[in-house]
């Protein structure tokens, strides 16, 4: 079927309306008329070519909440008329040592990437700025009546990115966390460190969004444009979060960790990260990365956020804005995610 999508049609150009070929529903796959899609920072570095070459023409969004208005012969979990979401990815070999312990994102052969990625049938992966969507079942999530639809969409990537790694480290109780940034990742890592239970800071460049934080479940809110900061909180933290996808002195964060703590980096920078070693010697600290979540986590982040009332803060806006959301991202000019309505696409 032939549907209305907004795509890049080569990196850095902008994004225009087309139509996009979806394949027919197979046994094992959904159909999703899509509701919102989330604007995520990495459909920005993708379709500017800060990752690489691209398969041209690229339709983002792995950012996806919709509805099921078909559901293949051997689908089960998913029913006409259910409230889905679908995340960054949308297929792995489901057979390696990761996709069987439910780490599907860590796939061996290379998880398939929601868009811009090459499926098992050898076709490209066009994402969520579309009116629909075809998914393997196995791929899609269900997203509790409770939450608000728009406010769902971002925690498809931005919610399982900073839960992911909160879980894994033991964020909770007892704990003190930092997150570095308070962007469409570090709003959602804050609320969701406090639902856990942790002792949450956040390390921002200025104090200009301070009031959102303390909002939004931060106990406490550090400039980091202050050189006193670093030295005020050197060896507090358990554990920092960093959702940042620019460049930072790894190594004064680092300074920051208690013995044996951890600095999680969330945010994908294009440009490498230096570290010395020392840094890490000198508390038994470490520098660890996180890549999303599997599909049983991702259902784990959504029914938790659902439990303790937790949506992203989004701005809603007509698909003919996508253009300009892109550069008020880039000016940092949202709090705190784009949501498109795709009605607007129909």
Not at 212 to 241: K, M, N
Request: hydrophobic residues 40%; negative net charge; aromatic residues 6%.
């Amino acid at each position: 079927m032939r549907v209305n999508a907004y795509a890049a049609p080569a990196a850095g150009r902008p994004l225009a309306l087309t139509t996009i070929e979806r394949r027919d529903v197979g046994p094992n796959d959904v159909l999703i008329e899509i509701e919102y899609a989330g604007i995520c920072h990495s459909d920005i570095h993708t379709v500017n070519g800060d990752w690489g070459p691209q398969p041209f023409p690229v339709v983002p969004g792995h950012e996806i909440v919709g509805i099921v208005t078909e559901a293949g012969s051997a689908v089960t979990k998913h029913r006409v008329g259910d409230r889905v979401g679908v995340g960054c990815m949308v297929n792995s070999c489901g057979e390696c040592a990761n996709c069987l312990a439910g780490d599907e994102q860590y796939c061996v052969k290379g998880m398939v990437s929601t868009y811009a990625g090459t499926d098992r049938d050898g076709t490209t992966t066009q994402g969520g700025y579309s009116t629909h969507v075809v998914v393997d079942a196995d791929y899609v999530l269900s997203v509790p009546e409770s939450l608000d639809a728009a406010a769902a969409a971002p925690l498809l990537c931005a919610g399982i990115t900073t839960y992911a790694p909160l879980r894994r480290w033991g964020a909770g109780p007892g704990k003190k966390v930092a997150v570095v940034g308070l962007g469409g990742l570090g709003h959602m890592a804050v609320k969701i460190a406090h639902a856990l239970g942790a002792e949450v800071t956040v390390l921002s460049q200025s104090l200009k969004k301070r009031e959102d934080g303390l909002r939004l479940g931060a106990d406490h809110y550090h400039a980091t444009s202050d050189p006193d900061t670093f030295e005020q909180l050197a060896g507090r933290f358990d554990l920092i979060v960093n959702t940042v996808s620019a460049a930072i002195d790894l190594n004064a964060y680092l300074g920051l960790l208690a013995v044996d703590g951890t600095l999680v980096n969330v945010g994908a920078p294009a440009e490498p990260l230096s570290v010395h070693v020392m840094s890490l010697i000198g508390g038994r600290r470490s520098f660890a990365g996180s890549l999303i979540g599997g599909i049983a986590l991702t259902q784990e982040m959504l029914d938790f956020c659902a439990e303790h009332n937790i949506g992203a803060e989004v701005e809603v806006i007509p698909a003919d804005k996508i253009n300009e959301a892109y550069e008020r991202v880039l000016a940092s000019d949202v709090r705190y995610r784009f949501v498109i309505d795709v009605k607007t696409l129909a």
